[in-house]
Nanobody
Framework: QVQLVESGGGLVQAGGSLRLSCAASGRTISNNAMGWFRQAPGKDREFVVSIGRSASSIFYADSMKGRFTISRDNAKNTVYLQMNSLKPEDTAVYYC?????????????????WGQGTQVTVSS
């Protein structure tokens, strides 16, 4: 079993930045693909980005390309999401997730473990 805990959310003005962290416990996640999703009120959970074993295996949702950057530190069992140039439409609860495979995934049902989420609010 893998437990995931997100942190780093908060309130930021449009154009600002936040760095989210996802700390894993229970076992190493070095062989797990990791993903970030987000969910705004009244909307479905939306794919943000997924990372495989290394930076050579990353896939971003189109609307996040160039603004968001995912990274992982396997020594710390942690995944990060650097978010820059934030927009009000980025406001959502952001979730970290892990797959029981190293292959990246884009659908929520492809992930086996989820964190509790962290709120990101971008004011205009």
């Amino acid at each position: 079993q893998v437990q995931l805990v997100e942190s780093g959310g908060g309130l930021v003005q449009a154009g600002g930045s936040l760095r989210l962290s996802c700390a894993a416990s229970g076992r190493t996640i070095s062989n797990n693909a990791m993903g970030w999703f987000r969910q705004a009120p009244g909307k479905d959970r939306e794919f943000v980005v997924s990372i495989g074993r290394s930076a050579s295996s990353i896939f971003y949702a189109d609307s996040m390309k160039g603004r968001f950057t995912i990274s992982r530190d396997n020594a710390k069992n942690t995944v990060y999401l650097q978010m820059n140039s934030l927009k009000p439409e980025d406001t959502a609860v952001y979730y970290c997730a892990a797959r029981d495979t190293i292959r990246i995934g884009v659908r929520p049902d492809e992930y086996n473990y989820w964190g509790q989420g962290t709120q990101v609010t971008v004011s205009s």
